[in-house]
């Protein structure tokens, strides 16, 4: 059989890639969409290193994000993130990615969905995942989304014109509660690890807060060192198993480790100094926190943006295990995080309504590029649900 071939444009928001589709370049039937978006980025390869796919052998760079028309008022266009694993043929529709939300908005301008003209627009992109709406501003060359420009996002090389993010009301975007059980820490009893304190948030993705040193590691490790350490791996992957099933997100150990997106697993500690993957030193005042965090089973080589908010929202949240680690000092609208590329900024607003917390909003910024557009091709045989040109 000959190959199939679908309009698609290859970007790059923030620290990840992914392949952007139009709606109405997919089929109608989203039950069809697995099979295609597995054989565009050779996800399910045993090696990991996706030859036969645009993926790029780690779980920031084998996304897809589809995009079309609004299906609520307030809002320019619909936003549907699907993580895909290298090694796995599983597609996660349950986690939303904020590093690709950079790139929607630019997206959306560059290919007529939203009329844009002046110096600066603004782009109201509802994500379908989690049924929030965040507001994307940037500026325009030519009535197009700007690419130059002098804003650095640590693990990224150069410079780029900024994307301002607004994640609206990020509470409870998975499990319908900030704090899915109701308490600023937890003590789950994990197979294999034995009684582990924790805090489990829900904002932008849900994420579950460990102590560093609660598990014997000084929290400044790279991802290369932790992903070595196979003991380690399973026993943060029983935690987000766990985790997840006191969350609310999953009923078993077996459904939740069906779902590998959600939870994220963070390792919290102090503010420390400490070298970044590039071998540039950070110090300790740079920052407020550090994290490491663990995405669909591996350590992320910078830091999740939905990650990074839940733990700007989560440092001002009391007695939290992020509160209780943070510097006392942090500005609440511009907490530093250190991760291994260096360090990311964002604000958040947390308040108290009748006791209970609730995060009004998070603000961060990244920024965005189109990198490729044309079409990409796939086996016939591999998607036979897919019509023929």
């Known amino acids: 059989m000959r190959q199939r071939k679908i ?20 089929p109608e039937d989203q039950a069809l969409w697995p099979q295609i978006f597995v054989a565009v980025l050779g ?9 036969d796919g645009l993926g790029g052998g780690i779980s920031s760079l ?5 995009i079309g028309p609004p299906s609520r008022a307030d809002a320019d266009v619909d936003y549907t993130f699907v993580q895909l694993s290298p090694k796995s043929e599983h597609i996660d529709f349950s986690s939303s990615c904020g590093n690709m939300t950079a790139a929607v908005g630019p997206f959306a301008v560059d290919e007529g969905l939203v009329a844009a003209v002046g110096d600066r627009v603004a782009v109201r992109i509802h994500n379908t995942n989690a049924g929030q709406l965040i507001i994307s501003r940037f500026p325009l060359d030519e009535d197009q989304a700007a690419v130059d420009g002098e804003w650095i996002v640590p693990g990224v090389s150069g410079q780029g014109a900024p994307v301002r993010l607004e994640f609206q009301h990020p509470g409870g975007a998975a499990t319908g509660r900030l704090l899915p059980t109701g308490d600023s820490v937890n003590v789950l009893d994990v197979l294999g690890v034995g009684p582990l304190e924790v805090s489990m948030v829900d904002a932008g993705n849900p994420c579950v807060f460990i102590a560093a040193d609660a598990l014997g590691l000084a929290g400044t490790e790279m991802p290369d060192a932790l992903d070595a350490q196979l003991q380690l791996l399973n026993h943060l992957e029983a935690i987000r198993c766990s985790a997840s099933v006191a969350m609310g997100i999953s009923d078993s150990m077996e459904a939740a480790a069906k779902i590998p997106g959600i939870p ?3 390792l919290v500690s ?11 030193p950070l110090d300790e005042s740079e920052c407020d926190i550090t994290l490491r965090m663990i995405s669909v089973g591996q350590p992320h080589r910078a830091i999740p943006v939905t990650g990074s908010m839940c733990a700007a929202i989560a440092a ?4 939290t295990v992020v509160n209780r680690l943070c510097r ?15 360090v990311a900024r964002v ?3 947390v308040t108290q309504q009748k006791g209970k917390w609730v995060a009004d909003n998070a603000v961060l910024y990244r920024t965005a590029r189109r990198l490729m557009d044309g079409h990409v091709y796939v086996s016939a045989a591999r998607t036979p649900g897919l019509l023929a040109d």
């Open 347 to 349: 604000g958040a607003t």
């Open 43 to 51: 996800a399910g390869d045993a090696t990991g290193r996706q030859l």
């Open 264 to 266: 994220k697993v963070a």
């Open 316 to 319: 001002q949240i009391t007695d």
């Open 7 to 26: 309009p698609a444009v290859f970007m790059r928001g923030g620290t990840s890639k992914a392949v952007m589709f139009h709606r109405h370049h997919l």
């Open 62 to 66: 084998s996304k897809v994000c589809v």
């Open 270 to 280: 102090p503010a420390q100094s400490a070298a970044t993957l590039s071998g540039d």
């Open 328 to 342: 006392p000092a942090a500005a609440p609208d511009d907490i530093r995080i250190a991760h291994p590329s260096g």
